[in-house]
């Protein structure tokens, strides 16, 4: 029996689960967010959250620290999104020397080697230079889980956006999630039922003559006429 045993195991060897883990989070620290599935957004938080805590301990200058990230984090290969275009239209043979070229200076600077234009950067480098940083007055919380209402198309798994605390968007700037077909329909047939009311009521009703009042006789004369006509009789 498998006691104290807490980790999420998601339907995948171990392998598997570890590399899912690691693509999550590289994912993470190069774009500061990602949309996944509520399970392994609750499985890669605690993961990142370590990272940047390892990293914060590399910037200080653990070499321990350092080593303990390349081993659990590997290494990706990113371009700067300002060297992008260029690097579409390099040849095989200049884009594996963009990438590997691996040195000293390179980790320490990010400045490119030699003539060349740029190089790529690693993601261990982007997390102890650039994102570490962003937390050096926090101890702990670095990412934000949401949960979304929407769900994945196929297998109806709830989704989630995990991502980095500091690099969210302004509330100003999200948009409104828009309608699914249903409500579309509703509104529809609710924006017609009221055309068509209001339509049928105007055509039904006409306009009512304007009714005159007769004047009324005074009752002090017909009173006066009535006396005179009996003293006559008389």
Do not use: C, W
Not at 143 to 161: E, F
């Amino acid at each position: 029996m498998n006691h104290r045993v807490s980790q999420r195991k998601l339907n995948r060897t171990t392998s598997h689960r570890k590399a899912l883990r690691r693509n999550l989070a590289q994912s993470l620290f190069e774009h500061g967010k990602i949309t996944t599935t509520l399970p392994k957004a609750k499985d890669v938080r605690p993961f990142a959250e370590k990272l940047i805590t390892l990293a914060k301990r590399a910037k200080k200058g653990d070499l321990v620290a350092r080593r303990r990230i390349h081993k659990l984090l590997g290494e990706r290969s990113l371009i700067p999104r300002e060297h992008r275009g260029s690097y579409e239209m390099m040849s095989d043979a200049a884009r594996a020397q963009v990438i590997a070229a691996k040195t000293g200076r390179r980790h320490r600077t990010g400045q490119p080697k030699g003539r060349l234009e740029f190089t790529a950067e690693t993601i261990s480098h982007r997390l102890i230079e650039s994102v570490s940083t962003q937390y050096d007055g926090r101890d702990g919380g670095y990412t934000r889980l949401i949960k979304l209402a929407k769900r994945r198309v196929g297998d109806q798994s709830p989704l989630a956006v995990l991502e980095l605390v500091g690099d969210e968007e302004h509330p100003g700037s999200v948009t409104k999630a828009a309608k699914g077909a249903r409500r579309r329909r509703a509104d529809a047939r609710y924006a017609a039922a009221i055309k068509a009311s209001k339509a049928g009521t105007s055509s039904t009703k006409a306009p009512e003559p304007a009714v005159e009042e007769a004047p009324a006789e005074p009752v002090a004369e017909e009173s006066a006429d009535s006396a005179a006509e009996e003293t006559k009789e008389e």
